[in-house]
Structures are given as structure tokens and as C-alpha cells.
């Protein structure tokens, strides 16, 4: 690495941007949830505070972003492939934790009878497995979310570099162009 700090580098700066603004930031309605718990006196649990599935919310909200992040990158073409896998992982943890949010929170507030159609089954999520599941798809979008910024700011880190050099380089071009009293 040159003279500069490993924070002090465009993709750095980018990931870092990413995991507090967008990470750190859709996860904090928990730290009210954890308050509300405190405050009734409740067992603060894996299940208490991602039982119902909100988790599900923020890796698809995660998801989306980094998603969008890499899509409008452009990247070389050695890393075609890897842009399309990353990508893919992405909308992969999209999809399945929107689908698993719209489910478990469909059956939570059901009611027997409501509406006038009785489905005959109304079996509650179990919230421990919601918690756990949801936690290890937010870390699968988490990783593939961290690969979709890291890839997208390595390209633009690329892009900005060379224009750096693009323009240092043709600096004296331009000046010896200008005319002497100007």
C-alpha cells in the first residue's frame, strides 16, 4: 500500500459510509425495541426483539441498496462474473427475506374468523425460529452487501485514480497552451 492509511482509501471510505449509514442506521429501531423491554420489565431475547421478523425488513432494505450500489457500477471485464454472482447473492437475500417477513407477518395478527373466512389453520410463527433464521439471513446479506459496495467503490476508486493521473498528466499540456499573460 502507498504512504496513504488503509482508511484514508476510496473503498474504505465507501464500505465504511455503507456499514454506518445504512447498516448501522436500519438496525437502530432495535435499540428501542431493547428499550421498550427495559422499560416493562421484559427478558430483552433473541426472540423478544426479532421474533416477529423486522430483521427480515433490514436485510432486504440492506440488500437493495448494496444491489443498487454494483448494478450501476462498471466493472472490468475479468470481473463480469463476479459482479453477476454477487448480484445474484444479493437479490437472493432479497427475495427470500421479503418472502419470509410478507409470511411471518401475515400469520401474526391472524385471527380466527376475521374477514369471514376461517382457514382452519392458525398456527403462529414460532418466534425463535424467525429470530434465528432472520439473523443468519441478514448476516448472508450482510456479506454479500459488503462484496456489491467493496466491488462497486474498487471499480470507482479505479475510474478516479485514473482521472487523477489524466489530469496531473495533461496539466502541463494545458498550461504551456495558454498564453503567456493570462
Given at each position: ?8 482509501t ?115 410463527p ?5 429470530s ?39 496539466a ?11
Amino acid at each position: 500500500m502507498s504512504d496513504e492509511k488503509w482508511y484514508e482509501t476510496h473503498v474504505a471510505h465507501k464500505v465504511a459510509t455503507w456499514v454506518c449509514f445504512n447498516v448501522a442506521v436500519a438496525l437502530s429501531p432495535f435499540l428501542f425495541g431493547i428499550m421498550q423491554l427495559i422499560n416493562r420489565n421484559a427478558a430483552v431475547s433473541g426472540q423478544a426483539l426479532f421474533g416477529s421478523g423486522q430483521l427480515f425488513l433490514v436485510s432486504t432494505a440492506i440488500a437493495a441498496g448494496a444491489t443498487g450500489e454494483l448494478v450501476l457500477a462498471e466493472v472490468p471485464r475479468t470481473l463480469k462474473l463476479a459482479k453477476l454472482l454477487v448480484i445474484f447473492g444479493c437479490v437472493a437475500s432479497l427475495l427470500v427475506s421479503s418472502l419470509w417477513f410478507a409470511d411471518a407477518a401475515s400469520t401474526l395478527g391472524e385471527i380466527p374468523g376475521a374477514n369471514g373466512a376461517d382457514s382452519g389453520n392458525h398456527s403462529k410463527p414460532n418466534g425463535n425460529i424467525i429470530s434465528n433464521w432472520s439473523w443468519l439471513i441478514f448476516g448472508s446479506t450482510f456479506l454479500t452487501g459488503l462484496a456489491c459496495i467493496w466491488m462497486a467503490a474498487a471499480t470507482d476508486g479505479k475510474k478516479i485514480a485514473l482521472a487523477e493521473l489524466l489530469s496531473k498528466a495533461t496539466a502541463p499540456i494545458e498550461a504551456a497552451e495558454k498564453p503567456h499573460g493570462t
